[in-house]
T-cell receptor, first 110, second 112 residues
Framework: AQRVTQPEKLLSVFKGAPVELKCNYS??????LFWYVQYSRQRLQLLLR??SRESIKGFTADLNKGETSFHLKKPFAQEEDSAMYYC????????????FGRGTQLTVWP | DAGVIQSPRHEVTEMGQEVTLRCKPI?????LFWYRQTMMRGLELLIY????????DSGMPEDRFSAKMPNASFSTLKIQPSEPRDSAVYFC??????????FGPGTRLTVT
């Protein structure tokens, strides 16, 4: 069975500080991992996917298969980063279906 | 494209009443998902369809919940009878055989 765990429901940092949102997963196969974000009064949307190995809005995430983690990082947080972040997993063999973590509410203080 | 459309955006109803939530997916998408979001449980998948056929409804809480997709451009989620614990934000999302799901704005349901 697959499981996505986001250990922090709430995370607060000050503007300009580094931020790391943790995500751990369990899955015996080769997963694909994603981060979705929901800004206040906006729709939930894809932020980034591990296979792209890209940086979006200054955020990066590296898939660590040894530690089964996919933490989201940004070196200098901005107030506009305040949002709910969800880590999600795809089993690859099951097209379309995503398994979401419970989310982390990030607040960046001025 | 207006994206995924959900209606109503807000629904307030009394316990015991029937509630119907509606969703119009993005044209050409062949997957449709219904989620429920609460503070306690986060984002939960209730049911999803592929080509209008329900694939996995194991997340549907109980028999009071039902979902249909009569055609590629419309789906409903019905709760009958509704209970206060059903209060949540219900999201519909669609995708096209990929992991990028496009979410609707959600329906905020309050059952008093």
């Amino acid at each position: 069975a697959q499981r996505v765990t986001q250990p922090e429901k709430l995370l607060s940092v000050f503007k300009g500080a580094p931020v790391e949102l943790k995500c751990n997963y369990s899955y015996s196969g080769s997963p694909e991992l994603f981060w979705y974000v929901q800004y206040s009064r906006q729709r939930l949307q894809l932020l980034l996917r591990h296979i792209s190995r890209e940086s979006i809005k200054g955020f990066t995430a590296d898939l660590n298969k040894g530690e089964t983690s996919f933490h989201l990082k940004k070196p200098f947080a901005q107030e506009e980063d305040s949002a709910m972040y969800y880590c999600a997993l795809s089993r690859g063999s099951t097209l379309g279906r995503l398994y979401f973590g419970r989310g982390t509410q990030l607040t960046v203080w001025p | 494209d207006a994206g995924v459309i959900q209606s109503p955006r807000h629904e307030v109803t009394e316990m015991g009443q029937e509630v119907t939530l509606r969703c119009k997916p993005i044209s050409g998408h062949d997957y449709l998902f219904w989620y429920r979001q609460t503070m306690m449980r986060g984002l939960e998948l209730l049911i999803y369809f592929n080509n209008n056929v329900p694939i996995d409804d194991s997340g549907m809480p109980e028999d009071r919940f039902s979902a249909k997709m009569p055609n590629a451009s419309f789906s409903t989620l019905k709760i009958q009878p509704s209970e206060p614990r059903d209060s949540a934000v219900y999201f519909c999302a669609s995708s096209r055989r990929t992991y990028e799901q496009y979410f609707g704005p959600g329906t905020r349901l309050t059952v008093t």
